[in-house]
């Protein structure tokens, strides 16, 4: 079952009595569940008909006997098994029995961050039940979950607001959700945020001035790429994460340069470099400014300079100065 089925089960109520969610991106799991038991259990019920279980604390044979428990003045309870790729195999053994022969009167829930899909319990549970896999959302994917939760906060954001946001708060779906919640708050009656409201309510984060002094080197600007190499070394930021910032938009770079030579659409380069497609336009233009034996070198310098942060006796900030130098007046 993939995540949109299961969203449509959910909102049909047609929830499966055996579920496995599994994957990186806990927000999503945790929101599936916090769906479920709404429509499962009510909350005067819920001391009666909810358990939640961890995994390294499972006892396959008392949670067999809880989920063939009927369920007290209501058609279902509820069990949750959290974590359950941390528990013993003789324990999911004891467990394994109760999936051959679930009980309708039970939705029984199991997550995990990773599983082992050859693993006898989990071919048993695909039989059985259902699993579904949450991918972490990569960068490209961001504006479609940010415009979806805008909307159920009652708000809307305009291109640049949609581009500023999702540069300023990162991939953290609990982060972003917790900022739109501030916007809407900040906007009240008001269902459309601009740029002037992003700026308002969500602070210039470390984070958007690395990614203002990828765009500065990247752009060949050496005075404001050092001023920002300065300020981020000031707040905090390590060199060395720093220098993987600048590895990572050079990638970038290079694959947008040698696509645009191999004459791909335009469309289809946010997905295959994986951006976020508001920062394309901006990207293919730096790209441009680099020949491919420049990225070559470049990526010598990259190797050269993290040996050097890494040893000691280094001066991270004078390292870090000569190479955005170096970048920046090459032609």
Not at 92 to 121: G, H, N, W
């Amino acid at each position: 079952m993939q995540p949109g089925e299961l969203n449509k089960a959910i909102s049909a109520g047609k929830i499966p009595n055996l579920l496995c969610l599994y994957g990186e991106e806990d927000y999503f799991i945790a929101r599936a569940l916090e769906q479920i038991e709404r429509i499962v259990i009510s909350p005067e019920m819920r001391e009666f008909n909810y358990q939640q279980i961890y995994g390294k604390e499972l006892d396959g044979s008392q949670v067999c006997d809880y989920a063939r428990t009927f369920p007290v003045f209501a058609p279902q309870r509820l069990i949750v098994i959290r974590r359950i790729d941390e528990a013993s195999t003789p324990e999911l053994e004891r467990f394994r029995s109760y999936i051959t022969e679930a009980v309708p009167e039970t939705v029984l829930i199991v997550t995990a961050e990773k599983i082992d899909a050859r693993r006898k319990f989990y071919q048993e549970f695909k039989k059985h039940g259902q699993l579904v896999e949450f991918k972490r959302l990569y960068e490209n994917r961001l504006p479609d979950f940010v415009r979806e939760r805008s909307r159920e906060f009652g708000f809307k954001l305009t291109e640049e607001a949609m581009a500023r946001f999702c540069r300023r708060v990162g991939t953290n779906l609990y982060e972003v959700t917790a900022e739109l919640e501030k916007l809407a708050a900040f906007l009240g009656e008001r269902d459309l945020a601009d740029s002037a409201d992003i700026d308002a309510v969500i602070s210039d984060t470390r984070t958007e001035s690395i990614f203002a002094l990828t765009d500065a080197v990247g752009a060949r600007n050496a005075q404001v790429a050092i001023t920002l190499l300065h300020r981020i070394l000031a707040d905090g930021t390590a060199p060395l994460a720093a220098l993987a910032m600048l590895v990572r938009h050079f990638r970038q770079l290079w694959k947008a340069h040698e696509l645009l030579v191999q004459g791909v659409s335009r469309n289809e380069i946010p997905r295959t470099i994986g951006i976020n497609p508001y920062f394309l336009d901006n990207l293919l233009t730096q790209a441009r400014r680099f020949e491919r034996e420049e990225f070559c070198a470049l990526f010598n310098d990259f190797v050269a300079i993290d040996l050097a942060l890494k040893s000691s006796g280094s001066r991270p900030e004078v390292l870090l100065e000569r190479l955005l130098l170096k970048i920046v007046s090459q032609r």
